[in-house]
């Protein structure tokens, strides 16, 4: 065999003289067609032929095989070692050309089950026909004893017939819908007879038993007086019917005033004060769920004070020196509860006496003579708390020098 080099393995290109060497070995070194006849061919595939061999041929003198009775196709046996056929044609030999019955004779059975039961056998040779006599019982239901036009059927089932017609006592419907549209059913047929509900139309002269009967629309005329128990008012009158239910002149009023209310003082729980009468000028406390207490006014000045556990009515203590000066030292210039030396624009004005108020509108902090005033205004309602001053002494004639402490009370 030539031999050929390949760049794989020389690892690097080939050189022209390597090409050429490698397509002359190829030309040199292959088979000639002489070489290779069908008859060659063949000759060296029987040297394999066999089982184990891996040939497969598709087909055997150009037919397919089959176990399956096929036209034209080899017969081969299935997985089972069986194969199908229709007529096969052979040659008998042996006693199969001559036999007139079977060497040995045999026994056919014959055994019924179910409606009909019985047994009977008989010995075949195939010489002849074999006669089986048995006796049979059969079982037959009581409609088998029935006339065609008076049949019963009391249990089991019908299946597969044509739909009963209305005229012979059927719904002529395979289906619950069209027998109720057959039958001039309402959607009522559907409702259970303890939860109906009519929702149009009117019933006349029914009376009804049902425990649960709602009806949202139409009317109802005619029927007997619906009893509280099922209910009705047991009435067919208005006033009948408050009567029936226990109700009182109260129930036909639109509003409720004074003269319609006698009853017992409404309770707390209730919404209601558990009292008839709120004592004049007293404050009113809560008591939980029992009746409103009261606090009296008591001495004039006193004032409402907690003693930890309710309101009472006590005389409020003196504030001490020390708490005033404290409040005084800690509050702005102008603020309410401060004083302050003001004077009045207008010297008098109605503002003479100690205890008159004035506007702070009215006023201004008193500063040297000659400054402008407009520039310290304070804010507020003040009361007067001395006499005013006149301080013509001071050289001042315009007479609007007039100063005097004030409080500021808002």
């Given at each position: ?124 040779d195939g010489s ?60 009522i047929a559907t ?159 109605g503002v003479t ?58």
């Amino acid at each position: 065999m030539a031999t050929i080099t390949l760049r794989s393995v020389k690892g690097s290109p080939l050189t022209i003289t390597e090409m050429d060497d490698n397509f002359s070995n190829l030309n040199n070194d292959k088979l000639d067609s002489t070489s290779y006849t069908a008859s060659d061919v063949l000759t060296k595939i029987k040297t394999v032929d066999g089982t184990g061999s891996g040939l497969d041929a598709d087909l055997l003198d150009g037919l397919n095989t089959a176990s399956t009775n096929t036209a034209s196709t080899v017969v081969t046996r299935d997985s089972s070692g069986n194969f199908a056929a229709g007529t096969i044609t052979a040659a008998l030999s042996g006693n199969a050309t001559t036999a007139s019955s079977l060497a040995t004779a045999r026994t056919l059975s014959v055994t019924l089950t179910g409606d009909a039961t019985g047994s009977g056998s008989a010995s075949f040779d195939g010489s002849g026909n074999a006669n089986i006599s048995f006796s049979t019982s059969v079982t037959l239901g009581t409609i088998a004893t029935q006339n065609s036009n008076s049949v019963s059927i009391t249990g089991g089932s019908i299946t597969g017939i044509t739909d009963l017609a209305v005229a012979d006592g059927g719904t002529g419907s395979s289906t619950a819908s069209g027998a109720r549209t057959n039958l001039g059913l309402g959607n009522i047929a559907t409702q259970n007879q303890n939860a109906i509900a009519i929702t149009g139309g009117s019933i006349s002269g029914t009376s009804l038993t049902s425990s649960s009967v709602n009806f949202t629309g139409g009317s109802i005329t005619g029927i007997t007086d619906l009893a509280v128990a099922d209910g009705g008012t047991g009435a067919s009158n208005a006033s009948d019917a408050r009567t029936n239910l226990g109700l009182g002149s109260l129930a036909t009023l639109s509003n409720i005033n004074d003269s319609n209310w006698s009853g017992t003082d409404l309770s707390v729980a209730n919404g209601g004060t558990g009292t008839s009468s709120l004592t004049a000028n007293n404050v009113i406390l809560g008591n939980g769920t029992s009746a409103v207490q009261f606090v009296a006014p008591s001495t004039s000045g006193n004032i409402l004070t907690s003693n930890g556990t309710t309101w009472v009515s006590s005389t409020p203590a003196a504030p001490s020196t020390a708490n005033v000066l404290s409040a005084t030292a800690s509050a702005s210039v102008g603020a309410v509860g401060t004083y302050a030396f003001l004077r009045p624009r207008n010297l008098g004005g109605g503002v003479t006496s100690p205890g008159s108020t004035i506007a702070a509108s009215s006023l201004y902090y008193h500063q040297a003579p000659g400054t402008d005033f407009n520039s310290y205004k304070p804010s507020g309602t003040w009361r007067l708390m001395g006499a005013l001053t006149d301080e013509f002494t001071l050289g001042d004639t315009s007479g609007w020098n007039g100063a005097a402490v004030f409080l500021r009370i808002s």
